[in-house]
């Protein structure tokens, strides 16, 4: 009778181990992103159980526009914000928003096929080759301090030109800035993946620069709200899920590209998207293996902004960028 019972004793012991465990609850993250490839490593994470391992339930909540993320982080309503570097932002931190930028989510960056400056076959053909050409014409953007307006600035100033040396046209949306140069109503815009393949393919457009080959920026990245800072272990639990996500995806999509992982990366992203697989492949955004923030380049962007008139103080990238938690993250993950 004895080994029957032992038998009982260590399967009910081996049991066990499968049971959840209440003391190990998963503490729900709500995430505030747009549908972009750029969210990527926050499909990934989800999809794989990256933050789940970690002891994270990421809620994810879907935005159409940037601007309302940040108002939804100052209100509490989302613990985590992942959304482009604007003025606007800028401005919010500073007449007093808490929030933290802490961790990359996408770059422009050499060899990334993502923004270009686009012109009309027209300009083209009447010899339009480089931004100088463009000096007294007419360049969309979507809206004024939007990051086309940065890289637009950042792009002249690199030619020895300024703002003022052409017509700067707030068109509202990707959308407009596309059609408005596709019906020749305006020599030039910035155009983004996949409508840039598909103008050019149909013989629509002209790309006339890449912005990434020009100018290594980071566009976008990942904020944490203020209360959401506060419960450290949390926030550095979760930064352990972005980070191993980020490694995914870079590892699978932007080094590998090919194979069954790098497939599952492209579905996934087209899943989240609602684009075509063909179409997520021509424009997966660079990241940093490690999700790190490119920390100088925020400091150059909030000078820009102050120095054009669109931040409303001059401000210190240390007001707002706080890396602690990714040190924290990493020096728990390993490189």
């Given at each position: 009778m004895k080994k029957p019972i032992a038998w009982v004793v260590l399967w009910g012991l081996l049991?066990?181990?499968?049971?959840?465990?209440?003391?190990?609850?998963?503490?729900?993250?709500?995430?505030?992103?747009?549908?972009?490839?750029?969210?990527?490593?926050?499909?990934?994470?989800?999809?794989?159980?990256?933050?789940?391992?970690?002891?994270?339930?990421?809620?994810?909540?879907?935005?159409?526009?940037?601007?309302?993320?940040?108002?939804?982080?100052?209100?509490?309503?989302?613990?985590?914000?992942?959304?482009?570097?604007?003025?606007?932002?800028?401005?919010?931190?500073?007449?007093?928003?808490?929030?933290?930028?802490?961790?990359?989510?996408?770059?422009?960056?050499?060899?990334?096929?993502?923004?270009?400056?686009?012109?009309?076959?027209?300009?083209?053909?009447?010899?339009?080759?480089?931004?100088?050409?463009?000096?007294?014409?007419?360049?969309?953007?979507?809206?004024?301090?939007?990051?086309?307006?940065?890289?637009?600035?950042?792009?002249?100033?690199?030619?020895?030109?300024?703002?003022?040396?052409?017509?700067?046209?707030?068109?509202?949306?990707?959308?407009?800035?596309?059609?408005?140069?596709?019906?020749?109503?305006?020599?030039?815009?910035?155009?983004?993946?996949?409508?840039?393949?598909?103008?050019?393919?149909?013989?629509?457009?002209?790309?006339?620069?890449?912005?990434?080959?020009?100018l290594p920026y980071q566009i976008a990245a990942n904020f944490y709200g203020e209360k959401f800072m506060k419960n450290r272990p949390a926030a550095v639990a979760f930064m352990k899920g972005y980070i191993r996500s980020c490694r995914f995806y870079y590892d699978f999509a932007l080094s590998k590209k090919e194979g069954p992982q790098y497939q599952e990366v492209i579905h996934l992203i087209s899943k989240y998207t609602e684009q075509q697989p063909e179409a997520v492949a021509l424009a997966l955004p660079y990241m940093d293996r490690n999700g790190e923030l490119y920390a100088e380049d925020i400091q150059k962007q909030l000078d820009w902004y102050e120095r054009n008139g669109m931040v409303s103080k001059k401000m210190s990238s240390s007001e707002l960028v706080d890396l602690s938690f990714w040190k924290e993250a990493m020096g728990q993950l390993g490189k």
């Open positions: 049991f066990s181990f499968f049971l959840p465990d209440p003391s190990r609850a998963l503490t729900t993250v709500k995430v505030g992103a747009l549908r972009l490839s750029s969210t990527a490593p926050i499909f990934i994470g989800m999809d794989k159980g990256f933050f789940e391992a970690e002891g994270i339930k990421v809620e994810p909540v879907w935005f159409k526009a940037a601007a309302p993320i940040a108002v939804a982080m100052a209100s509490g309503d989302i613990d985590v914000g992942a959304t482009g570097l604007t003025a606007a932002l800028y401005n919010s931190i500073a007449q007093g928003m808490k929030i933290t930028v802490v961790a990359d989510k996408g770059r422009e960056w050499p060899g990334y096929k993502l923004t270009a400056i686009i012109v009309h076959p027209e300009q083209w053909k009447a010899g339009v080759r480089d931004l100088k050409d463009l000096k007294g014409k007419r360049i969309g953007i979507t809206q004024i301090g939007s990051t086309f307006h940065y890289i637009l600035g950042n792009l002249l100033e690199k030619k020895g030109m300024s703002l003022n040396d052409v017509k700067v046209v707030p068109l509202g949306s990707v959308a407009s800035m596309r059609d408005t140069v596709i019906t020749n109503q305006i020599e030039s815009a910035f155009l983004v993946q996949p409508h840039i393949t598909a103008v050019e393919k149909d013989g629509k457009a002209t790309v006339l620069l890449w912005a990434g080959d020009h």
